[in-house]
């Protein structure tokens, strides 16, 4: 148990009315690791919200559990360590997982990094949890999706549901619902783009034919074999099952037009004897693909355009993590960057005394002072970070990229021993 009145937040709640208006002065909309960071950190400040989810609840679907996340120092963990979670997720976290395996797509190159980084794995639904049962579980408005915003009356912003219900009143309204934000529209009309990449997803078992290659290849960490423009990827998870990834360079529409995910064998066949996909990997990594259990699942990944991230005030909103600066998962930051924004927002709405004003008038423009200096803040950095992402997606995808990789990773330990290395701020 955690300081505080909390209990398992893992119910759902019955679909409510219409809020008054004198209810939480902050709505948070999603309840993933950001969004939950987020709250987590308003409630050891003493600030009352109230987190608005789609999902009904949060047990994992079976279709889709969410992967394995590495949180790192500066960022992850030490949004964890303000919240007061960290001991907790210690005992969570796979401190032997943080090792990856390089080789190229034919076997015949291979390199081990990161045995000692600072960045455990946590699977995606144990840190949801884990920031779920940390705050008070009526704060967490289960079966509440989003349908619009819309300007009420004055200043005021109304939350329409798609079950039927609305909710009014708040003061800030903050948008931590993913890549296809509604909350995003109201301070931007920039959108995500397709890459022109994406990764399908297939699982291994114990009992799965390929899981001692896996294990012998992996161990507790993660396999990467890069070459020809693909890639294949062999990732534990919490419960000591694989992950299989294969990436690809494809048009958005390859699920719709080429691969069928309904059908997992067809897919499967289409994708060890083609050319454009994986006809010429090694047999060994073929065998992955092989004995993927599905259903398959496509992962398209989109990113914002670089310059976008950087909008003119609108009073009251803002936006944490993917929904303000979603991008491609190629230099391990997304997660950690979302819950740094979330430190960073709190921590400039702590500084400002949100907490302690009564007055609704001196309140907001409190909230504002702090919006603005979190945005400012948060502009530069998540364009940093699209930019390096863009950079590391042509890496992985390149047609020697095994070799690229190991260069780039030689390139940023030998800075850091030299202390030109930036650590994620």
């Known amino acids: 148990m955690y300081e505080g009145d909390i209990s398992p937040n893992t119910r759902r709640t019955p679909d ?44 994992p679907t079976p279709m889709y559990q969410g992967g394995t996340l590495d949180l790192h120092g500066p960022s992850g963990q030490q949004a964890l360590r303000s919240a007061g979670l960290f001991e907790r997720f210690s005992k969570l976290a796979r401190w032997d997982a943080t090792k990856f395996v390089v080789q190229d797509s034919t076997c015949t190159m291979k390199a081990e990094f990161g ?38 009356s004055g200043s005021d912003w109304v939350i329409k549901f798609t079950n039927g219900t609305s909710a009014s009143g708040f ?65 534990q998870v919490s419960d000591r099952s694989y992950r299989v990834y294969v990436g690809l360079v494809a048009p958005e529409n390859l699920t719709k037009t080429t ?27 073929q065998n992955f693909i092989s004995n993927a259990e599905g259903p398959f699942r496509p992962w398209h990944l989109y990113r914002m355009p670089v310059f976008s991230v950087n909008w003119d ?5 803002t936006l944490l993590g993917d929904a303000a600066h979603v991008s491609t998962p190629f230099v391990g930051e997304g997660v950690n960057m979302a819950m740094y924004d979330a430190l960073k927002l709190a921590e400039s709405i702590a500084k400002h005394g949100v907490a302690v004003l009564t007055e609704k008038a001196q309140r907001a423009s409190k909230l504002e002072e702090a919006i603005k200096e979190y945005e400012t803040e948060m502009f530069g950095r998540a364009q940093d970070f699209i930019k390096r992402c863009i950079m590391s997606e042509e890496v992985f995808f390149a047609e020697d990229g095994a070799q690229q990789f190991v260069n780039m990773i030689s390139q940023a330990v030998e800075f850091q021993h030299q202390g030109l290395f930036r650590e994620e701020k």
């Open 313 to 317: 005030r609108v009073p009251g909103i």
């Open 259 to 285: 691969l069928d995910m309904a059908d997992t064998e067809a897919t499967r066949q289409k994708l060890l004897s083609s050319p454009q996909f994986f006809a010429d990997f090694a047999p060994e990594l």
């Open 16 to 59: 409510t009315q219409d809020m008054a208006q004198d209810s939480a002065s902050i709505a948070i909309i999603g309840a993933g690791p950001c969004g939950l960071t987020f709250a987590r950190l308003l409630e050891k400040n003493d600030i009352d919200f109230v987190v608005f989810e789609k999902d009904v609840d949060s047990t």
């Open 171 to 235: 003061q800030l309204i903050v948008g931590a619902d993913g890549a296809w934000s509604k909350v995003r529209p109201l301070l931007t009309t920039a959108r995500p783009e397709y890459s022109g990449k994406m990764f399908i997803e297939g699982r291994l078992s114990h009992n799965n034919p390929s899981y001692s290659a896996a294990l012998e290849l992996s161990g507790t960490g993660n396999m990467m074999a890069l070459g020809n423009g693909r890639t294949v990827s062999v990732q």
């Open 115 to 152: 045995q000692d980084r600072d960045a455990p794995e946590i699977d995606r639904f144990q840190l949801r949890q884990l920031l779920l049962d940390s705050i008070p579980s009526h704060k967490v408005r289960w079966g509440h999706g989003v349908r619009t915003i819309e300007k009420g």
